[in-house]
Structure formats: structure tokens, C-alpha cells
């Protein structure tokens, strides 16, 4: 057995997970070069929610930070996570933008990508793949861990064989809702380790208090990787301490060979920015304890909050339990699909409307049309006839991958953001994001020619309302 190598996540996921993604790059520059010392097999810096924020939050162009971390890190892998046929985004976009924005990510310095399908559609993943490794970087193929009676250790045995099939370099098992029991995990690494030949990845959330134990056995079982954050930005919804598991595992078959000294002078210089966020409310202590609803009703951390802030907007906030109780069966009523976004959006959504109009699918958003339509992708399971006609009537189930349905939006888009144009990245913040980049586009032209930043927050404030 070779020794467990880490991902650390402090850079992405876990102020994606604490702090709602707001760590700034000014605040990541100062300790690059040690985490770069560290050893670690890759640090997870950008993708996810990092790209939106920058450039909604921050006033920062994400790819400029995807720059200034490659010219600081010159020996550790940087890793990005990305949502498939969805980019960085919550819709699919035309094969054109999918091939271009990896392109962009991997010439900006971008070593690994994780490409992942709410749905578990591999259909969703293939143009993304197959460019990661024309572009010469790691494609890692990630399975959406769920919990359901369709979700069985032979189901994502076939799916792990058909991701090593689609030319995966590795695998990633994504437990996003923290929902991964030790034993089972055990069990199906195992499994995985049987059948797959590629490295095997794990990456968990300790939402549910369960996953530096599921680590561990995950580590008996063989994986190969484990994804951690340095302990001022562990636990809670985000991932098990990086400093434990390292001190767990030294002097055993799995020693990672990370020293802890080198560790602690990490997590010193991140404690101030724990500190800071605590103060100024980024950090919410409620994301910080256990919370065992996300074993119950399957719900992860941040769907949790989401449902909370919809009910307050309706002032129906004693509807809470009634909510949580109808996610699982409207989960059910969709063919079980894994929630992570934009899929516990759309289940999420649907609840609430369910509960609060007092009729199951009284209410219907589009995007839950849109879903049951196959706009998507292939759901776990069939969606019961019953259940179409009641929220798409007789309209058409499409049964195709569904960016065969969409044009090339690359040269159009160009057209319409052209007059912003100052690198050829910018087409593509555009394409995800055209109002915030376009907020942010005029921002840079602002402070480019000395314009009162005041005069332009103000700006900003206009166009956001």
C-alpha cells in the first residue's frame, strides 16, 4: 500500500463550505509558497463557487487569481472543480463554450479537473473529459455519492467501470451532504478497488459528523486520496481537519509523509482569517456543528440554509419540518436524483412550494419542468408516468444528451460583450455570467481609468438592484 496523499481544500471548498466562498486572492498570496512546500498531491484553488463570487462578491477576475496562484506554486498540482455540461454555471451550455473554457483553464494553469454530473449522467461529462486530456491534464470523473433504494454499490460499480471506460484518469467519489457511512465506505471502496484500475479518491464534508471515520476506513479499503482542509477552515460543512488525519496515519502502512510542524505554521496563518471572518459574520457558528437532519431527509448543509431563507421570505418558517419531511418524497417523485447543485435547488424549491400552497404540484417552477423534461440529463431512475403528466402534461420527454439540443454560443456571445473585450477569458466569464461580468467589466474599466471607487461601488449597487 503506498501512502494516502492529500488534496487540500483551503483555497476552494472549504471557504466555498465556512465563509461562503469570500477568501480574496490578497488573502491566499501571503502563505502560497508554503503550502506549496507542504508536499500535498493537489491543491483544489478555483472552480465551484470560486469563479462567481470573485467576480460577483470580490471585484476580482477569477482567472487573474488562477494566474497569480500558478506563478506562486510551481511544485503542487492546482485542481478546479467543475459541474460538467453546466461549466461553472447552473445551466448547460453548447459544446463550444464546454471546449473552450477547459482549454482557457488548462493554458491559465489548471493541472487536474474534477468533472462531476448532479445527475450522474456521463453523457454530461464527456466533452468536458475528452478536452481535459486532449489539453494534456487529469481528468478526474466524479461520482455524486447518494443515499436512496436505487443507489446500490453495484450501481456505482458500473458507473466507476463506465468512467474509466470514458477515459477517466482517476475517480472521485463526491460525498457533498456528508452522507457516506465508515463501514458502507469500507464496503464500497472495496468494491471500486476491484473492479476500476485508476486511482480512487475521496472527498467528503463533515456536515453529518461522520467523515474523518469514513476516511479512515475509506484508507483501509484503499483509496489512494483523500481531500482535507487545514483545521482553521475544517469541520463543520466543510471537510475533516487536514493536521489529524496526518497525525492518525503517521508511522503506519498509510503515512503520508507530511510534516506537522510545516502543517501548523499553515493553520497559524490562517487562524487571524477565521478570526476575522467570525467577527465580521461570514462565519455562521450554525455551520460549524454537527447537524444529523442531512442523515434523515438526505439534505446537505447548504440546501439546508437555503430552504430556511425561502421559508423566512414567505414568513413560513414553522413549515420547516413539514419541508424537510416532502424533500425526500419529491426526491422520490424525480427519479432519485443525487442533491448538489442545481438539483437540490430544483428539489428544494418544489418542496416548499408543495407545503406551503397546501397541494403537491400546485405550483411549478421551470426549472422543475425543465428537469422532468430531460433538460438535465437521464434521471436515476424513470420518472413515473403519473408524475410527468402532472407537472410537463403532453409535452415531449427528450431522451438525447441535452447539448445536442443547443447551438454553438461562443461567436455570438463574443459579439454581444465585444466592446468589454480585453482578454479572450473575458468571452467566457461572460458566457456564465453576463450581468455580473458585466458589472465586474465595467468595474475594471473604472479603476483602469482612476474613476472614484466609491462612485463606481455605487454603480455596481444600481445594476444589482
Not at 506549496?36 to 463570487?53: N, Q
Not at 471585484?59 to 467543475?82: A, F, G, H, S
Not at 424525480?334 to 400546485?362: F, H, M
Request: with cysteine; hydrophobic share 40%; proline share 5%.
Amino acid at each position: 500500500m503506498a501512502k494516502v496523499r492529500i488534496t487540500e481544500t483551503i483555497l476552494r471548498d472549504a471557504h466555498q463550505s465556512l465563509i461562503a466562498t469570500r477568501m480574496k486572492t490578497e488573502e491566499m498570496l501571503p502563505i502560497l509558497e508554503k503550502l506549496d512546500d507542504i508536499g500535498y498531491h493537489s491543491l483544489e484553488m478555483w472552480g465551484g463557487a470560486t469563479f462567481d463570487a470573485s467576480l460577483r462578491f470580490l471585484n476580482e477576475d477569477p482567472w487573474e487569481r488562477l494566474r497569480t496562484i500558478r506563478k506562486k506554486v510551481k511544485k503542487t498540482k492546482l485542481q478546479m472543480l467543475l459541474r460538467g455540461q453546466n461549466i461553472l454555471g447552473y445551466k448547460h451550455y453548447a459544446d463550444d463554450v464546454v471546449v473552450e473554457f477547459v482549454k482557457r483553464a488548462v493554458a491559465n494553469g489548471i493541472d487536474i479537473i474534477r468533472i462531476f454530473d448532479a445527475l450522474n449522467d456521463v453523457r454530461n461529462l464527456k466533452v468536458a473529459l475528452e478536452t481535459t486530456k486532449k489539453e494534456g491534464a487529469h481528468a478526474q470523473a466524479a461520482i455524486s455519492y447518494t443515499t436512496s433504494p436505487v443507489h446500490t454499490t453495484e450501481s456505482y460499480v458500473d458507473l466507476a467501470k463506465e468512467m474509466e471506460n470514458m477515459g477517466a484518469d482517476s475517480i472521485c467519489i463526491k460525498d457533498m451532504s456528508g452522507l457516506l457511512t465508515p463501514y458502507y465506505a469500507y464496503e464500497l471502496i472495496s468494491a471500486l478497488k476491484d473492479t476500476v484500475k485508476i486511482p480512487l479518491q475521496l472527498h467528503s464534508h463533515a456536515t453529518s459528523g461522520l467523515a474523518s471515520m469514513t476516511y479512515l476506513k475509506g484508507i483501509e479499503a484503499g483509496v489512494d486520496i483523500i481531500d482535507t482542509a487545514i483545521s482553521p477552515f475544517a469541520l463543520g460543512t466543510s471537510q475533516p481537519p487536514t493536521e489529524p488525519l496526518v497525525a492518525t496515519l503517521k508511522d503506519s502502512k498509510y503515512d503520508t509523509g507530511l510534516s506537522i510542524d510545516k502543517l501548523n505554521e499553515i493553520a497559524e496563518y490562517f487562524k487571524p482569517l477565521r478570526e476575522k471572518s467570525m467577527e465580521n459574520g461570514l462565519l455562521n457558528p450554525k455551520v460549524l456543528g454537527v447537524n444529523i437532519n442531512t442523515l434523515i431527509y438526505q439534505v446537505p448543509g447548504g440546501m439546508l440554509s437555503n430552504l430556511v431563507s425561502q421559508l423566512k421570505m414567505q414568513n413560513a418558517l414553522d413549515k420547516f419540518e413539514d419541508v424537510l419531511k416532502e424533500v425526500p418524497r419529491v426526491r422520490e417523485d424525480l427519479g432519485y436524483p443525487p442533491l448538489v447543485t442545481p438539483t437540490s435547488q430544483i428539489v428544494g424549491t418544489q418542496a416548499v412550494l408543495n407545503v406551503i400552497t397546501g397541494e403537491r404540484y400546485k405550483m411549478i417552477p421551470k426549472e422543475v419542468k425543465a428537469y422532468v423534461k430531460g433538460m438535465y440529463g437521464r434521471p436515476t431512475v424513470p420518472i413515473k408516468e403519473e408524475i410527468i403528466k402532472k407537472i410537463i402534461g403532453d409535452e415531449e420527454v427528450i431522451t438525447c444528451r441535452p447539448a445536442d439540443l443547443i447551438e454553438p454560443q461562443l461567436q455570438a456571445i463574443r459579439n454581444e460583450m465585444k466592446e468589454y473585450l480585453e482578454q479572450e477569458e473575458d468571452v467566457l466569464s461572460y458566457a456564465l455570467f453576463p450581468q455580473v461580468a458585466k458589472n465586474f467589466f465595467e468595474y475594471r474599466q473604472a479603476m483602469k481609468y482612476n474613476i472614484d471607487s466609491d462612485f463606481v461601488d455605487m454603480e455596481l449597487k444600481t445594476y444589482a438592484v
